[in-house]
């Protein structure tokens, strides 16, 4: 049986004859592209997920008990002291790098381009989000004498016009020796019947497969393996859309060191107990996020013995790993949640159709849903005015103009200082 007859055959097996009409349609380069591609995808899972999203999910009995964090601003001047020191002796012995996940599709924003070249109207001129982390990264390594390796990650969608726009901003003065751009996979997008999507490129649409992706990518891509050539035993991962993201906090990493953990993370404490976001929780007796929609009425509202919500810790993406937890969850399998989102797609006259409401299914894993592969992780409860302005909508809450309100009150309050 020849090549395309099998592609054919596996196409049919899978429902997914729209995709035999457009092999068909195609010649040359293009169709061996196609050929290609299909190849590469693993049809059976994507069915797989996709029949997932017409299950109930089962609803587990699950034991949830709240989880212990130090209060960055209770902690006394001594201990201070000495956990900064040994996160300062982290960085300068050049043991740590950071990653900066710059792979999402960002469609809340609504931004054409990736999220990290959307410009921040902040102080008139304003700034790109890619550099108001580099200003805090190049911050860092002015005040610890070094250059913090920094590995961002993007996907197949976005990786050509994030490195061409690093390239022509020159990194926005960053040494590009100590920079590692690398690519996450990506996962078909699936239709409510079940049939995968066709793209611009008249190939099938794919998008990066959440980042949850990281762990994988890294070791995939050789960012994993060159980071263990450098030393680096401590790995910062963050997102690319907060504002006020600190990459190279000192506390946090002493505070991991002291404790013994192999991952650790920052919270905030929730503005209200109804604010629909995840809160740190041990689940079955393991480190987990857990998402507002999970968390009942009456466990919201649960105060503790200090008059604290007992499940109040936000996440916001700022994540600490050894490099062995790396590794661990790297060669792990993490689940895939489906979200129902508007993608563009061509319709069989290669028509491209832009919809007005959800379309299609994108299958994504979390990041933090490997925090459970670990019985212990160390919490450190930070100021949100301080570390946490986030850009994810156009409008409202989360929004450019929150985030401009927040970064240019932090830095008035640090200029006055
Ligand atoms: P979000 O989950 O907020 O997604 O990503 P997003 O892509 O920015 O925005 P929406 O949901 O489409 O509106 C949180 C962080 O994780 C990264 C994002 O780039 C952001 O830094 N991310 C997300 C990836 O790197 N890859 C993914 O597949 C998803």
């Not at 609803?59 to 000495?82: C, F, R």
């Not at 680096?232 to 690319?240: E, L, T």
């Not at 929730?270 to 857990?290: L, Q, T, Y």
Request: some cysteine; proline content about 2%.
């Amino acid at each position: 049986m020849d090549k395309i007859q099998e592609v054919i055959n596996l196409l049919k097996d899978y429902n997914q004859n729209h995709i035999i009409d457009l092999l068909n349609e195609l010649e040359g380069t293009k169709k061996q592209e196609l050929i290609d591609q299909i190849n590469q995808i693993d049809f059976h899972q994507i069915m797989e997920l996709y029949d997932n999203t017409k299950k109930e999910t089962e609803i587990k009995e699950n034991k949830i008990e709240s989880i212990s964090y130090i209060d960055k601003e209770k902690i006394v001047k001594e201990q201070k002291e000495e956990l900064d020191s040994l996160g300062q002796e982290i960085i300068q012995n050049g043991e740590y790098a950071v990653v900066t996940m710059a792979g999402g599709q960002g469609t809340r924003l609504g931004h054409t381009g990736p999220k990290g070249t959307f410009k921040l109207d902040v102080y008139g001129k304003g700034k790109y989000l890619f550099e108001i982390l580099i200003d805090n990264l190049k911050e860092a390594n002015k005040k610890y004498n070094t250059t913090i390796p920094w590995y961002i990650m993007t996907s197949k969608e976005n990786n050509k016009e994030t490195v061409q726009f690093l390239e022509k901003n020159n990194y926005f003065g960053y040494d590009k020796n100590y920079v590692t751009i690398f690519m996450q996979s990506g996962l078909p997008l699936v239709d409510k019947e079940g049939k995968v999507l066709i793209n611009k490129d008249l190939k099938i649409k794919e998008a990066s497969d959440g980042n949850g992706g990281t762990y994988s990518s890294l070791r995939a891509s050789g960012c994993l393996a060159d980071m263990k050539e450098k030393g680096i035993k401590w790995v910062f991962i963050g997102g690319v859309d907060n504002v006020l993201l600190k990459m190279a906090d000192v506390t946090l990493i002493g505070m991991a060191v002291k404790k013994g953990v192999q991952i650790a993370s920052k919270s905030v404490v929730k503005a209200n107990p109804h604010e629909k976001v995840g809160v740190f929780c041990k689940m079955n007796g393991h480190p987990k996020i857990i998402e507002y929609a999970e968390l009942s009425e009456k466990m919201a509202e649960e105060i503790d013995e200090n008059g604290e919500l007992k499940y109040g810790e936000s996440n916001i993406m700022c994540h600490l790993y050894t490099i062995d937890a790396i590794e661990k969850i790297s060669k792990e399998t993490l689940v895939y949640h489906s979200a129902f989102k508007k993608n563009s797609y061509l319709d069989k006259n290669r028509k491209e159709v832009i919809p007005k409401e959800p379309n299609s299914y994108k299958f994504e894993s979390f990041i933090f849903d490997a925090f459970e592969f670990f019985d212990e992780m160390a919490l450190l409860r930070v100021k949100r005015e301080e570390e946490f302005a986030p850009v994810k909508n156009r409008e409202g809450v989360d929004s450019p103009k929150t985030a401009k309100e927040l970064y240019e009150k932090y830095w008035e309050k640090v200029k006055g200082q």
